[in-house]
């Protein structure tokens, strides 16, 4: 057996890679948006995401073993769209990272208000980012225990939550359902896609899987299920044993507080939760900033790929370049909805454009694999279309 072929990863360890991906700090700045917008009726969001995503990522995972080379998006995109086409799209999925981490870093800030009320949000905020971008221009990226710990900070917390509300839990809760209209249930996927971004991982990571063309699919499959039980649960439990009311308390900004008021004598576990919150925030904006920085020194070298003397920006150069356009997000978009907005546009409108090949192949016309990629593309379409909507009524 050759070196390269024992260096490949297996089914379990795809699966976890994949999870490690999808699970972040995300999940805790949907709740409240939620709430406030759709009601107990979010339960059924979840449940479309989650379908979207098994769709998207089972589609994206064909098109990674049909074009296996380097590149990924670029790669899944040129096909039909061109050079052009795939740097354009390989752009807009950095976009959406730019404005995801614009989210998280004021996120943070907000939790580290309630620990040090005597600077304001905006600041604590900028304080952490200006610290994060200066660790990944030292390049500091996390350790394999940074990782591990920051899976447990993203874990923690959302077991720790469904653990409980399971000994609140009302049923009354539920009802009304609906009580913002059914079409605020679709309009709500634009929220909760943020949680699973990064489920596309396993499929970008073909070559370095033992048997991907088998072992790929599976990941996603699995990977989507636990991560999509496990926020669906999370979410249930959440609803279940919180008035919707609160959620709407402008005194209570965070989900901590919200657990506080509703769940008293559980002081020292929320004070936890919270705790395990804030890590999981700073940890993620931290992998994060160095995943982008990557993905940017990458795009520069697409922009040249054709030169005769192509060249690509290091990444750790691209690192100040980055921080600025977190920044200018962090400090001009104060309406946190317009983050959601952009990010599942930008980021899910790369996943429609890779999906599109598809079907431009015959042959995934008689295998009757494209019947997944119809309906990959048109749940898709949904996230894409009820988030251009939310930027256009904020905007306009």
Request: proline fraction near 5%.
């Amino acid at each position: 057996m050759s070196q390269a072929q024992t260096e490949k990863i297996g089914l379990s360890t795809t699966t976890i890679v994949s999870m490690n991906a999808m699970i972040g700090a995300g999940i805790f700045t949907v709740p409240a948006a939620m709430a406030s917008n759709v009601g107990p009726a979010g339960i059924l969001a979840y449940l479309f995401v989650v379908t979207s995503v098994w769709f998207m990522g089972i589609s994206i995972a064909r098109i990674a073993e049909l074009y296996p080379e380097e590149g990924s998006f670029y790669a899944y995109v040129k096909p039909w769209a061109g050079h052009v086409g795939g740097t354009l799209v390989t752009s807009l999925y950095f976009l959406g990272m730019v404005f995801g981490m614009g989210l998280l870093s004021q996120k943070t800030g907000e939790y580290l208000h309630s620990l040090f009320p005597d600077l304001c949000a905006h600041t604590l905020g900028l304080i952490v980012l200006v610290t994060l971008v200066t660790l990944n221009m030292f390049g500091v990226p996390l350790s394999r225990l940074g990782q591990r710990i920051l899976i447990a900070c993203t874990v923690f917390p959302l077991l720790a939550t469904i653990a409980i509300c399971l000994t609140h839990l009302d049923w009354s809760n539920l009802f009304p359902f609906a009580p913002y209209g059914t079409r605020n249930v679709l309009a709500a996927t634009r929220l909760v896609i943020f949680g699973f971004f990064g489920f596309e991982c396993a499929s970008l990571l073909f070559n370095s899987v033992k048997e991907p063309g088998k072992n790929v699919p599976r990941a996603i499959s699995y990977s989507i299920g636990i991560v999509g039980a496990l926020y669906l649960t999370f979410v249930s439990t959440l609803i279940l044993a919180v008035p919707l009311g609160y959620f709407e308390d402008p005194n209570l900004p965070l989900l901590t507080d919200v657990l506080k008021a509703v769940l008293p004598g559980n002081n020292l576990l929320i004070g936890s939760i919270h705790l395990a919150i804030l890590s999981a925030l700073l940890g993620t904006i931290h992998s994060q900033i160095w995943s982008a920085s990557s993905l940017m020194s990458s795009i520069t070298h697409l922009l040249t790929k054709h030169r005769k003397e192509p060249f690509s920006v290091k990444q750790q150069a691209c690192v100040p370049i980055l921080g600025l356009l977190i920044f200018l997000t962090f400090t001009l978009v104060k309406n946190q909805a317009l983050f959601f907005g952009f990010a599942a546009l930008f980021v899910v409108s790369t996943y429609i454009a890779s999906m599109i090949t598809l079907l431009t192949i015959p042959q995934e016309w008689r295998s009757g694999r494209n019947i997944r990629t119809l309906i990959g593309l048109a749940t898709a379409g949904t996230i894409v279309y009820f988030a251009g909507e939310l930027i256009i009524s904020i905007l306009a």
